[in-house]
C-alpha cells in the first residue's frame, strides 16, 4: 500500500527555526478554515515562538507530535475510563435488553371460547321456512336446502322450533324420538345433521320436558291405570279429589286442573292447554325417560337442547293455593293468571336442579361440547340464577328483555338494559342477547325504521355474549294478520310468517316447480316478501343481509371472540362501549339510538383509545370503510352506529 | 508499509530546503485510512446494503402495483437496469474524482461549495443516519418476532436497536478491515440465504409447479401512474447501489475495482430480486404472497420444511449486514465534509493507530441513536426519500456538466452519454411524481429543512464566524482519541 510522508512536526532539528514547518494537510485546496490559519506561515510562527512546541499540544497535530503528549497518564487514564464506560454502557445495554425480553408483559391468554360462543344462533321456525316438497309445511329437506344460505350470513349455529311427533300444536308431543310427519322423517333429520355438520354447522333442538301431548302413550297409559302398581301411573301430576285440588290457573286463564275421563276422580294438572298434561318431574322414571330422550338425539350427534317452558316444571309438593298479587289488585276476575302471584307452580328451585343434572349429562358426552339453553320469563335476577355457578347451570339463560325494545328506546333506555344484563351476569358466565323470537311482534313490525334495526343488530352482534337471530328478521318481515293461534297456544301466529325468499308465490317458501300439485300453506303468507325477500337483498349493499354478514365478520375478531366489554358513553342520544384484548386491535362502538344527529367524543377518554383510528363499519354507510378517523370525534346519524379500531398499544413498564 | 517512505515524494520535507530554511530530519508519517477493501469487500458492500429484509419479508409492493406477475417480474428488471445506469455513471464519477464521499465530492467538484454543502447536511442530518436507525429498528423488530411480547414491545426493540448501533460503531472504530471482513460474512450468510431460495425455486420450476406464470400478464394494470409507482417502490429495493463511492480512498485500485464492484453488484442483486420473486411464486400463490407477513419463511415452511429455521436466521444476518454497510459508508460523507471544511474539521480527523474515521462514526452513532428516540422515524424517512432523487439526479447531471468542465481529464471509465440524460430525467419524474401523486404539506417542510442548511453555511462556512474555543476542544478530542488530520493522496 502507499502511504506518503508529512511533515507535521513543528520540531526544529536545530531548535532554532520553526518556520520551516509546513503542513500540506493544512494546504489542502478547498479547506478554506484551514487555510486561514495554516497556510499563513507568520501565524505559526507566531504561535509557535510563543508555546514551545514540545510543551503544548496544538489543533491539527501530526501523529509524532500527538503521540508524544496523549501517550502521558493523564490521556492513557482519560481514555481507558472512557473505553470502560463504552464498554460498561454496551453490556449494561445487553442486560436491559435480556432482562426486559424476560420480564416484559406477555398478553394475558384468551379463556378458550367454544363453537356456540363464536357464532351467533340462528333460530328457525320450521313449519314456516322453506317447503321442499309442497305439503304446505316447512320440512327439515327444506331447510337443509337452505344452510348455505345461513352459513353465508355467519350463523353457523341453528336452533330448530319443535320437530317432534305431535298433534297439532308443537308442545303436544306424542313421541320424543320420532320426526313429526309433516316436517319430514327421521333419515331426513340425520340428513339435515350430516350435512350441517359437514359445513361447519351445529343444531340444538328444543327440549319439552314440562308437559306432553295428552295422545303421548304415557299419558294414555297413566290415565288408564286403574292398578296402582302401573309404573307410569304418576307420570303426570294426578290429585284424587271431588271437586278442582286448588286455585292455580293455566296461563291460557283456565284451571290447571282437568279432571280424567278415565280415572274417576282424578284431576291432572296442565299448566298449559288442557291437551297438554304436565309431567310429574318429581318421578324418577320419568326422570329417566326424560334422559333417555336426551341421549337418543346426543347419540345421534345433536349439538345442545333449548330446554322449552323450564320455569314451569315443578310445581307446590303440596299444591297449596296461590294468593292474589296485591300489586295487580282488583279480585274480581279470579280466572286471570295474572292476577296471581306464581310462587307455587313457576320458577320453582327443583328447576334449576333438574337443569344441572340434565347439564352433568351434556358434559359426560365426549365430541364437541353440547349445550343447554333455558328461557325464562320472569325478574332478570332469577333468570341469571339459571346460569348456576361452574357447570351447574345452562349455558345460555336467555335474555328477553331485549324484545320489549322499540324506536323510543334511546341511548339511556338501551344503556340501562344492557347494564341491568351486564352488571348482574356472574363471573365467567356468557351473555346472550334477543331481539326477534317466535312469541314476539316482529322486529320490523315493532321498530319500524331500518336504521334503527341496524343500530340495534350491531348492538347485539358486537356485545360480549351470543346473539340469537330470528329468521326472517334479515329481510324485514313484518306480522301476519289473520292469526288464529296467539291465545289459543296453537301454532298460527302473527310473527311466525312464510320466509321471504323471492318474490314469487308465498315468498317461495314452496317449491312448486318441481312439486305439481301443492297444498295451500299452512299458514297464509304475508306480502311482504314483494319488496324485500332474500333474492334481492342477498348481494344488495346495503341491506339488512349484507349488514349482518359484516357484523357476524368483525364480531370473529379477537377482541370481539373474546375481549373485555367497558361500558365509555352512555346519553340520551349515544351508547358506547369498547371492544379489547391484550394485542390485538381495539374497537370502539358507537351507536346513537335518537332520532337527531348528534357528534362528539364517545371515546369517555378512555385510556387505551389510540387517536388515530380506521372506520370498520357504519350503519349508515357515510364514512367509507377503513376510513381514517379520529375515534374521539366522530359524527352519528340519527340511528347511526360506527365501529371504530385502532392497532393496540402495548402498555409500558 | 507507512515507514517506506518515498524519497522524493511531491509531500516530502526536502522541497522545504529550497525556502533556506534548515532541514528537517524527523519526517512526519502521513496519515491516511487504510485501503482495505478489495473487489469481493466492494461487491459485499453494495449487495450487502442494497439487500435489507425487504426481499425476505414482504416484497409485495411491485406485485400489488402492477397486478400481475408478468408485469410485476419486468418491472424489477427494468428497475435493476435503471439501478444499473445509476452504477455505471457513478463508475466514472468515482473513478474520474477518486475522492471518498459520494455524491458530496462530485456535486462540490462541479457545482461548488452550496450544493454540496446542502447534500452534507441533509445526508448527515437525516438520509444516512435515519437509515442506519431504521434498519437498526427492522432488526430490532424482528427479533421481538421470536418472543411472545403482547403488541409490539417498544422499548425493548428501540434498546436492541441502540445495542446494534453501538456495536456496529465498535466493530467499526476498531478496525476497517473488521468492518469490511463483517460485511463480507453477512453478505456471504445473506447470499446464502438468498441462493437457497433461487436453488430451490429453480428445483420447483423443474418440477412444475408453474401454475402462478401460465398467462401471467392477466390482471396487468394498465394506468401507467400504478406502474410508475411499482417502479418507484422497486427502485427503494435497489436503493445503495451508490455506497461504494463514499469509500473511494479505501478502495484498493478503485479504477479497476470501483466499476466493476459497482456493475457486477447491481447486476447480481437483479438477477436475485429476479429469481426469489420466482421462486416465493412457486411455493405460494400471488394473493398469498401478497397477504403474507414473512413471505421467506412461509416459502422455507413449504420448500425446506424443518430447514426453514435458517430462514428467520438469514434475515437476522441480512438486516445486520445491511446495517454495518450503511455504518460503514455513512460516516464517510461526515469524513469528507469535515475534510473539506463543511463541517468542523475535527471530523475528518483518523484515528492514528486503528486509521479508522473515529470522530466521524461516533458523530454518526450519536445522530443515529437519537433518531430512534422518536416515536416514527419511518414518516420522516417517507417525506425526505424524494430529497434522495434530487441528490442523485443532481449528481448525475454534475457528471454531464463535469464532461465539458473536466474535458481534459483523463477518464479510465466512461458512460455513453445517453444513460446519464436518461438517467436525470427519471430522477426528475421520480422527484416530480410522488409530489404530484398525493401532495402533502410534509414534503415543503423537507424542502425547507435542506435549503435551511444555509442557515449555518453562511456563518460557518462562509464567513468562518466560528469561536475560538473550537480550537481547545479540538485538541482535547485528539489527544483524547488519538486522532490526527488526514489529507487525501491522489493514487498514482
Known sequence: MSSGVYLLSTKPVDGKSPNVYDNPVFSNGGNADAKAKFSSVDGIDLSLHEKPPSDKPFRGMGKEELLRHSSKPFWRRLRMICISIVILGWIALIITVVALVLVYPRCRRADPVSWWQKSPVY??????YMDSDGNGWGDLKGLESKLDYISSMGFKVISLSPIYRASNYDFSVTNHTDIDP???????????????????MYIVLDFIPNQTGYKHPWFTESNASHDKTNEKRNYYIWESDDSVPNNWLSVYNESAWEKSSDRENFYYLHQFLKSQPDLNLRSSRVQEELVNVLKFWLDMGVDGFFVRQSAYLFEDYDLRNETIDPKVGSSSNTGDYNLFVHNYTFGLPEAKDMLARWRSLLDEYNGTERILIADIKSNINHVMRYYGTGRDGVHLSLNQFFLEINTSCDGNCISEHVNNWMSRLPDGKWSNWIVGDENTKRLTSRVNSTSYIRALSMLMMLLPGTPLWYYGDEVNM???SNTTGVESGGRNQLMRGLMYWNNGTSGGFQNCVSNSNCNGTWISPNNGHINNNVQMLNESDGSLITFLRSLTTLRQQPSFEH???????SSANVFAFIREFDGEKGYLVAINFASSEVSGDFTGSHDTVQDKGAVEID??????????????SLKLKPYNGIVVSWDYKAKEL | MTENV?????????KKKENGGPEVAIVQEKIQMEKSVGLIGGISIIVGTVIGSGIFISPKGVLEKTGSVGLSLIVWTVSGILALMGALCYAELGTLIRKSGGEYIYLKTAFGDIPAFLYAWTSVIVIRTSSIAIICLTFAEYMGTFFPFCGPAVIPTKLVAAAIIVTLMVINCASTSLAAKTQIFFTGAKLLALAIIVVGGIVRLCQGHVTEFSDSFNGSSSSASSIALACYDALWAYDGWNNLNYITEELQDPKKNLPRANIFGVLLVTVIYVMANISYLTAMT???LLTSDAVAVTWGERVLGVAAIILPLAVLCSTFGAANGSMFTGGRVVYAAGREGHLPELLSFIQCKSRTPLPSLVFTTIISLLMIIPGDVGSLVDFFSFTAWIFYGSTVAALLFLRWKMRDAERIFTVPIFIPILFVLIAIYLVIGPIVDSPKIEFLYALIFVVG????????????LLPNCLDGVTTFFQLFWEIVPSAYEPDS
Open chain 1, 563 to 569: 375481549g373485555y366489554y367497558t361500558r365509555v358513553h
Open chain 2, 453 to 464: 442548511g444555509l442557515v449555518f453555511y453562511f456563518p460557518f462556512v462562509y464567513f468562518k
Open chain 1, 123 to 128: 333460530r328457525v321456525y320450521v313449519p314456516s
Open chain 1, 619 to 632: 350503519s349508515e354507510f357515510i364514512y367509507s370503510s377503513e376510513a381514517e378517523v379520529d375515534p374521539k
Open chain 1, 182 to 200: 309433516v316436517f319430514g322423517n327421521m333419515s331426513d333429520f340425520t340428513s339435515l345433521l350430516n350435512t350441517a355438520h359437514s359445513k361447519g
Open chain 2, 286 to 288: 400471488s394473493a398469498e
Open chain 1, 478 to 480: 313484518i306480522d301476519n
Open chain 2, 6 to 14: 518515498p524519497k522524493d515524494s511531491p509531500n516530502s520535507t526536502r
